[in-house]
């Protein structure tokens, strides 16, 4: 993992570290032992306040909880057992045909 930049999957790997952590030095675990209905709750929290982020025209305010959602997620999909491969194949099947034509198969 290069020092200034920090990749999806390193994410991922680095949740999966700190959920073997103590809750008393990590936040990620204290998140985690508080169930995936805590965890849904916050990743919701974290796309509003996106959502707001995007349309004040703040730039850096939009990184910043852009970075928190996406932290959120992945703690989300760690605390329900979805690993980002799951999620890469699905992107994967979807991406074979139109975005239009993805949307209406789902029914």
């Known amino acids: 993992m290069a020092e200034d930049r920090v990749t999806l999957l390193d994410l991922e790997r680095i949740i999966a570290s700190r959920a073997q952590a103590d809750a008393g030095a990590s936040y990620t675990r204290s998140l985690l032992d508080k169930g995936v209905a805590k965890c849904a709750q916050k990743l919701g929290e974290e796309s509003v306040e996106t959502v707001i982020a995007a349309l004040s025209g703040d730039d850096a305010a939009l990184v910043a909880e852009t970075s928190d959602l996406l932290y959120?997620?992945?703690?989300?999909?760690?605390?329900?057992?979805?690993?980002?491969?799951?999620?890469?194949a699905e992107l994967a099947r979807r991406t074979r045909q139109s975005g239009l034509a993805e949307k209406a198969s789902r029914g």
């Open 72 to 88: 959120h997620l992945a703690v989300l999909l760690h605390a329900r057992g979805v690993s980002l491969d799951d999620v890469h």
